[in-house]
């Protein structure tokens, strides 16, 4: 499901791993700069109820807290990106 439509997903107070993955910026706004960004898959999807991009929320009952799944969610979006981008670089050579 896509945190716009999960309930489950609205408690985004900061957690040890938030604090670090964001920097002390708050998480919503860093959840919000990656959900304008493309779809990254694993992390992101379209919502067609709400007509936008928005980070899955299928793996939140497995971390202690909203915020620490986002962390995680965070941290692997910026891990695919990086890949990406060094695939990118390779083919422009």
Known sequence: MPRCCDAAAADLSPCY?????????????????MEDGPIC????????????VSAFTVGLGQF????????????LQRRVEGT???????RCR
């Open 17 to 33: 791993a938030s604090v670090l993955v964001t920097d002390g910026q708050p998480l919503v706004e860093a959840l919000d700069a």
């Open 64 to 75: 202690p807290s909203a915020s620490a799944y986002f962390a995680h969610a965070l941290t």
């Open 84 to 90: 990406l981008q060094a695939v990118r670089r390779e």
């Open 41 to 52: 898959p694993c992390v992101t999807g379209w919502c067609g109820r709400c007509r936008r």
